[in-house]
């Protein structure tokens, strides 16, 4: 059942966002005085359609085959390879007969209208629920495997990243591999430690789930349950439990699981007075307490305030996408291990319908689709703008065979990279 509720999340979400896409450039044309001669959510393969109706000389429809959409513009080598319509003599309503400015400007409407849809969304969840992260300057990190494996251990406190200060505690993993940090400055108790990054581990970075946790202190805040109510106080610290320590809620949290339903010994420090008391541990592994809730900076907006706040957003989610691109085609980084399909998209969903997680995930997602769409490979608009760029420059127009033949070389690519982002999908799923 969850699995078919974040399934049909991301078919809502994509929807929205091609629609948003092909809207643009349908829109650009239509201003131009350009045929749009179908509008698609979806492909209509074989002439087959959900739905289907006409508005002026434009066919609207739902195709069958689930995998994007498309605005079929007159005149224009695209993703139909519709070659015919271009052995006629050019009419003054195609997209080949228009300036190369207003060209630019169709095929760089869906981009353009991915990145306004993604300020709007950034803009409404500022509105609404302004921002909040926990506070990185204040926090320290509990490491995985790798991270340890790197060097760093529990406690840490990450001042520096090269020369960059981190703000945001959940971006550290992120801005390590996207920075390609060489060398990171922390401190240790009352140290400051410089820690030299292997920059053949980057890659492994990318693929780390939960690289660097929070490092939540075993120091009590309440108690709820009753029997453990009586020998443990706010402010109390649990240094050991069976003996073993406990500094962290993570390094409790398997000792607790082997108790589980027992009785177990904690050595707690109130006051600087040492202490042993009995917990009781529920079936679950759990003993009722509440830590000190980490430091969450916040900050709301109000009405017209919102607006620089998801350009800000926005902005940055772009810089940060791109850094991600680009290690993907740095083949040493390994990066393209990390690229995923509809599966990984579907994984980032919450269980349960939650207005601010997916308007967030929305606008992100829309964010990936603009940028991925402007990289300069045939078949993308990216590639479109390219050629048309080539064209203002030069004063020469790529004949409508290189076009064609571009676009199914465009296409070859496109599909290659569809194989690598399922094939990294069921691999993961397999691990």
Not at 27 to 41: H, M, P, S, T
Not at 99 to 112: E, I, M
Not at 175 to 183: P, S
Not at 252 to 277: C, D, F, M, N, Y
Request: with cysteine.
């Amino acid at each position: 059942m969850v699995a078919l509720f974040k399934a049909l999340q991301v078919i809502l979400a994509l929807s929205i966002l091609i629609i948003v896409h092909e809207f643009g450039h349908f829109l650009f044309a239509k201003l131009f005085g350009i045929r749009v001669e179908k509008f698609y959510l979806f492909f209509d393969v074989g002439g087959k359609a959900l739905v289907r109706f006409r508005i002026g000389e434009t066919e609207f429809g739902i195709g069958w085959l689930p995998f994007g959409g498309y605005c079929k513009i007159a005149g224009m080598v695209d993703e139909s390879v519709d070659m015919n319509q271009l052995k006629r003599d050019p009419q003054p309503w195609e997209f080949r007969t228009k300036p190369a400015w207003q060209r630019l400007f169709v095929l760089a409407g869906g981009v353009l209208f991915n990145f306004i849809f993604a300020v709007i969304g950034y803009s409404v969840i500022c509105g609404i629920w302004g921002t909040a992260y926990i506070s990185n300057s204040e926090s320290a990190i509990y490491p995985n495997e790798l991270a340890r494996e790197m060097g760093f251990k529990p406690g840490d406190k990450i001042l520096k990243l090269d020369d960059y200060v981190p703000e945001d505690f959940s971006m550290l993993q992120a801005d390590l591999a996207r920075r390609e940090v060489r060398c990171a400055t922390i401190l240790r108790g009352q140290d400051t430690v410089r820690l030299y990054i292997d920059q053949s581990m980057i890659g492994e970075v990318l693929n780390s789930p939960y690289m660097f946790d929070l490092a939540l202190p075993f120091v009590v805040d309440s108690v709820a349950t009753a029997a453990n109510a009586d020998v443990l106080e706010k402010g109390d610290v649990v240094l050991q439990l069976d003996g073993r320590d406990t500094r962290f809620l993570q390094d409790a949290s398997p000792i607790l699981a082997e108790h589980a339903g027992q009785t177990i010994t904690a050595t707690v420090s109130r006051a600087g007075v040492l202490a042993e008391v009995p917990l009781q541990v529920d079936t679950a592994g759990r003993i009722g307490i509440m830590l000190n809730p980490p430091v969450v900076k916040r900050q709301s907006y109000s009405g017209l305030s919102a607006i620089p706040a998801g350009l800000r957003k926005t902005g940055s989610t772009i810089k940060g996408y791109v850094s991600d691109l680009k290690m993907v085609f740095k083949p040493s980084t390994k990066a393209y291990k990390s690229v995923g399909s509809f599966i990984a998209i579907g994984q980032v969903f919450p269980k349960t319908w939650d207005w601010y997680q997916f308007l967030n995930i929305l606008a992100l997602l829309s964010i990936m689709l603009g940028v991925v769409n402007l990289i300069p490979i045939p078949g993308l608009d990216g590639g479109h703008i390219l050629f048309t760029l080539y064209e203002m420059i030069s004063g020469r127009k790529p004949s409508d065979k290189f076009l064609y033949i571009m676009q199914l070389i465009g296409m070859v690519l496109l599909f290659a990279l569809m194989f690598l982002a399922f094939g990294n999908d069921i691999m993961r799923l397999i691990r």
